[in-house]
């Protein structure tokens, strides 16, 4: 996919930010080469896999699993990726949960020394090797305004820390649209979700800021 600067991106976003999000993914798909889309299948997560595997079928989706996911999520999980066929490339953390509660003696706080480290093992190097794997040169994800401070601030377009272009087509949407998205299209969603890595809903986890 093309590079594009920084003023291109803002006019991108500026033009982008009444376009459908299928219209969004048709346009990058046909102007990208390796597109993969990630989720943790969190609160839905159901649409972008729904709305990016509808134009590409055969699109990678990468799932890091953490290990600490709960019942609920792996079943709907299995649900999602058995409804729409995804095409999962699946990659989980190098110790079992196991291992690493013996060391750091459960869910480190955010507050401890240990968290970094447990972060860093859980999270973002089974996610760093994943994409050092994949390869994309586009990353679709379902980041939406207001979900945190840094999410805010960037838009339907935006570059990663490695320079991957990274695109979320919902990103305007709120959670009532998704709602409506999730019904017209007979999607199940989850919220019994949990992330030991951020805790606080409004905290990121380090793959995006």
């Known amino acids: 996919m093309k590079k594009f ?4 991106l803002e006019n ?15 346009w ?29 079928p055969t699109i990678k989706v ?17 649900e999602v990726i058995d409804k729409l066929h995804l095409n999962v490339k699946l990659y989980m953390p190098l110790q079992t949960a196991a291992h690493r509660d013996a060391l750091f003696g459960g869910i480190p706080q955010v507050d401890h020394p240990d968290h970094i480290e447990f972060t860093q093992q ?4 089974p996610f760093q090797r994943a994409m050092g794997e994949q390869d994309p040169d586009v990353w679709f994800t379902n980041l939406r305004k207001g979900q945190t401070a840094f999410r805010d601030s960037i838009g ?21 649209k998704l709602d409506n998205y999730l019904a017209a299209h007979s999607l199940p ?21």
Not at 30 to 51: G, S
Not at 64 to 78: F, L, S, V
Not at 122 to 125: A, C, D, N, P, R
Not at 164 to 176: A, Q
């Open 5 to 8: 600067t920084q003023d291109e």
């Open 156 to 176: 339907i377009l935006s570059y990663s820390k490695d320079g991957i272009l990274k695109v979320s087509p919902f990103y305007h949407w709120s959670d009532e």
């Open 62 to 78: 990468i799932w890091c699993d953490t290990g600490y996911n709960t019942p609920q999520t792996y079943r709907h999980a299995k």
């Open 28 to 56: 990058v798909i046909d102007n990208c080469n390796r597109p993969v889309v990630t989720t943790n299948f969190r609160p839905y997560e159901a649409a972008i896999l729904h709305a990016c595997a509808d134009i590409l």
């Open 12 to 26: 991108f976003n500026r033009h982008l930010q009444g376009i459908p999000p299928a219209e969004v993914i048709q």
């Open 189 to 209: 969603n989850e919220f019994k979700y949990f992330d030991p890595t951020k805790v606080l809903t409004n905290r990121e986890c380090g793959l995006h800021a």
């Open 122 to 125: 859980v999270k973002l190097e």
